[in-house]
């Protein structure tokens, strides 16, 4: 299938509330503009290293989220180029946007991710202390919480996969954010099932 009937089946299956980013992680910039083309104009990118090569070749009414985990000496760069940080899961690395954002004159929406599945090479914060990270860093001047982010546990279990999605639907229920962002190509039905208003689909696009 070509990447436009891979977006038309994707739409088809997901309600118009709901907010698609396509990870273009070792996509081109041409490849990357034929899913723009297509009606996607959110593009998620995990690593600075490979999207600063891309992000200035993208059209302005585009909404660059930076999805990977952020190492705070790369925070300069990121707070320049991208339009939405997902993957906040310290006060310390939200401070450190806020800090870079107030040099810009600019406000960063973020959102907290969290660690779900509770596995240990994951990034995000744990779903205890979610809440108070998200009072925490909507305490600071220049970044603005939009919501919560998580990634399922990579299992063919689909009760596990869909626990981690319930747990991130509860937190979600006791904030005032907009986004719940949650779902990638092979589990994106499960958290739409779930509650989800944003997903971040690579292979699903671009296979």
Partial sequence: MSI???????????????TIVAVTKNRTVDEIKLVINNGITNIGE????EAREKMDSLPPFVTKH??????????KDVVKHFDVIQSVD???????????????DKT???MIQVNTSNEPQKSGISPSKALDLIDEASELSN???????????????????RKCF??????FDKTDAQYLSMGMSGDYKIS??????????????FV
């Fill in 192 to 205: 739409l099932e779930e509650g989800a208003n944003m997903i971040r689909i690579g292979s699903a696009i």
């Fill in 46 to 49: 995990n690593k600075w290293q």
């Fill in 66 to 75: 930076f999805i990977g985990h952020l190492q705070t000496n790369k925070v």
């Fill in 90 to 104: 310290s006060l310390k690395l939200a401070k450190k946007i806020s800090e870079e954002c107030i040099k810009l």
């Fill in 108 to 110: 960063m929406p973020v």
């Fill in 4 to 18: 436009y009937e891979n977006i038309q089946k994707i739409k088809s299956e997901v309600d118009e509330s709901v």
């Fill in 166 to 171: 319930r747990l991130l639907k509860k937190l």
């Fill in 143 to 161: 970044v603005k919480v939009i919501g919560l982010m998580t990634i399922g546990v990579m299992s063919n279990d689909e009760k596990k996969v």
